[in-house]
């Protein structure tokens, strides 16, 4: 579903006002005009941002009895987007990726040609912030509050079907090697699959290391103490 929030092209401050402070958390359907006398915005301009997000089943479009437009209202999936993690998964779409793609989307491959990017430090992401020698994490690590947005977003996007993953897999049939380590997680940002593998399998024997970017992991962890914690760069080692 995070595919079609990059289609809808909404303007971000309006998503998040309508979702999270003009949408009654009750579940009552509003009247266009309640919507946008909350969050101070013009009445058409709201009904076409939240028609746009009926059609992809964000919000729930009904009749109403005292307006010629319809009413809305949460959904499941629209009262799980107002959580902090799943707005910062949006927000990182939105802020970091989506303007990215669109700033990049010509420029980009009119100057290195249509192909693949070759150099993870001149991609079109690194077009889009002015820069043809820096890499996406070098870029974020120099503006920490977009970095902070990134690992709030990975957060999210790392725990979404990942106990079907372990149950799909015998991870209770691992054995330690000789250094008594069982399991390396590379890559594995915060370690939310280190803590779901133990919850899941909580008789597994054996060290567990979780390895990631320095950057990420010195922005915190939710692994316990005993989990070793290995800064390590996937595009480098």
Request: aromatic share 10%.
């Amino acid at each position: 579903r995070n595919g079609s929030l990059r289609k809808l092209l909404v303007p971000f401050p309006a998503y998040c006002s309508l979702l999270q402070i003009a949408l009654p958390a009750s579940g009552e359907p509003s009247t266009v005009a309640d919507l946008a006398q909350k969050i101070n915005a013009q009445e058409e301009f709201l009904f076409r941002i939240a028609r746009t997000l009926s059609v992809f089943d964000i919000l729930q479009e009904s009749d109403s009895p005292s307006s010629d437009l319809p009413s809305y209202s949460h959904t499941s999936y629209s009262r799980f987007l107002t959580l902090p993690p799943a707005e910062a998964s949006t927000r990182h779409l939105f802020d970091n990726m989506l303007q990215a793609q669109a700033n990049s989307a010509s420029g980009y491959y009119l100057k290195h040609g249509f192909k693949n990017p070759e150099d993870a430090k001149n991609s079109p992401f690194s077009f889009a912030n002015g820069t043809d020698d820096k890499g996406i994490f070098d870029i974020l690590e120099e503006q920490p509050e977009r970095m902070k947005l990134f690992n709030s977003a990975m957060a999210i996007q790392a725990t979404i079907g990942l106990k079907d993953v372990l149950l799909a897999y015998p991870f209770d049939k691992l054995e330690a090697n000789k250094d008594g380590v069982v399991m390396v997680d590379v890559g594995g940002g915060k370690g939310q699959f280190i803590n779901e593998l133990r919850s899941v399998y909580p008789n597994l024997q054996g060290l567990m290391a979780l390895e990631d970017m320095d950057v990420v992991l010195q922005g915190g962890t939710v692994v316990p103490d005993e989990v070793i914690k290995q800064p390590y760069d996937f595009f480098k080692e």
